[in-house]
């Protein structure tokens, strides 16, 4: 006995998808009717009724080609644009790794004397765009950056701008060492110190790798420098030590370069 729709009365007949062009099949069913307690088809010659396998891409692929259709032009420019951007930031970046030049990192570098040693360490380094906050302010600093000589290390910041730049690079040290302000506060014995801090581009012939340095140095020692010459723990810091020297006279003379902030440990 056969079910609601008998096997037999199946017809498929290929066809052709009128946009795709994919073959597909469209069957005839003999519509059967019930009898009684059983499925039983019909002898009456009732009319055949045809099914079509519905195809749920037709919508999306019309849609997509209205799309290209209308917009290709878009599509083409924007993609071309996207190309020549990468190929001029990728070329930038291999001219920079020649030259060993990295305007937008800054680096934090602590400046101190050890037992008659000059010894410089990283506190930190980041992406200038992280501690500026602003393109505009890190646009200028790296333009900026790269007008320093080997006489004038000192980024040659406007006066008006300064403070910004030097109250951003505060609060990120400050950032660092609030631990220590949190045990002074609540009574724990700590040892602090106020530093002074000063944005350079040390760019005489034997500096490695150019960047924009916040040097951290205690003010107590950059303002009393030895006279004699301290040792290096490397041959490159003597640069270091004649960029110290020039701070000194900077501090001196144009304090609105430099800014204090006491750390705590």
Not at 216 to 233: C, K, Q, S, Y
């Amino acid at each position: 006995m056969g079910g609601i729709f008998d096997r037999s009365s199946r017809n498929p007949r290929p066809v052709l998808h009128p946009i795709s062009g994919v073959k597909i099949c469209e069957f005839e069913y003999n519509p059967a009717v019930l009898t009684g307690a059983s499925c039983h088809q019909t002898s009456l010659p009732i009319p055949f009724t045809t099914y079509r396998v519905p195809d749920f891409m037709d919508d999306f692929i019309r849609a997509v080609s209205e799309m290209i259709d209308e917009h290709w032009v878009k599509f083409v420019t924007a993609g071309a644009f996207t190309a020549l951007g990468w190929l001029i930031a990728r070329r930038r970046a291999a001219r920079d790794w020649k030259k060993r030049e990295f305007f937008d990192r800054i680096n934090f570098s602590l400046n101190s004397i050890r037992d008659g040693t000059l010894r410089i360490r990283t506190l930190s380094e980041k992406s200038c765009s992280d501690v500026f906050l602003n393109k505009v302010a890190t646009d200028q600093l790296i333009r900026l950056a790269q007008q320093t000589t080997a006489e004038d290390p000192i980024v040659p910041i406007p006066q008006q701008d300064c403070w910004y730049y030097l109250n951003a690079v505060l609060n990120e040290l400050s950032e660092q060492f609030a631990i220590g302000l949190i045990q002074r506060d609540v009574g724990h014995p700590v040892l602090a110190a106020e530093y002074v801090i000063c944005m350079t581009n040390e760019c005489d012939g034997e500096v490695r790798t150019r960047k924009v340095r916040a040097m951290v140095i205690r003010r107590d020692l950059l303002t009393n420098l030895p006279a004699e010459f301290p040792e290096f723990e490397s041959p490159n810091h003597r640069i270091r030590w004649k960029t110290l020297q020039q701070l000194q006279t900077a501090y001196k003379s144009t304090p609105w370069k430099f800014l204090t902030v006491e750390l705590t440990v």
